[in-house]
């Protein structure tokens, strides 16, 4: 249950850090994003294809670039995450000991 949880995390830690770098780095292709993450291509070419999908990205002739939605997504992104660690943390047990097993 937890693994999968830990998986999918692991999964959009990749596709913000992918996110990231066509934000700084526009237009990027995949090989430089590839050998500058240490990702296998792959795995990037999935990543972007997942923000190409959620419309972060475009791709151009350069490579991948922005949209006009991706400034907004930035911009919610914290407060998003924040919910998602409050969610997170209600849900910690703190005294294993009143659990009788």
Do not use: W
Request: charged residues 35%; aromatic residues 4%.
């Amino acid at each position: 249950m937890i693994d999968r949880l830990e998986k999918e995390v692991d999964m959009l830690e990749r596709h913000l850090q992918v996110l990231k770098m066509v934000i700084g780095n526009e237009p990027i292709g995949i090989v430089k994003m590839s050998n500058e993450t240490g990702y296998p291509h792959h795995k990037v070419r999935y990543s972007l294809r997942v923000l190409e999908e959620e419309n972060l990205i475009e791709p151009s002739s350069q490579g991948a670039i922005t949209t006009e939605e991706t400034e907004t997504f930035v911009n919610d992104l914290e407060g998003k995450l924040e919910g998602i660690v409050s969610k997170l943390d209600a849900m910690k047990i703190d005294d294993f000991a009143e659990i009788e097993t």
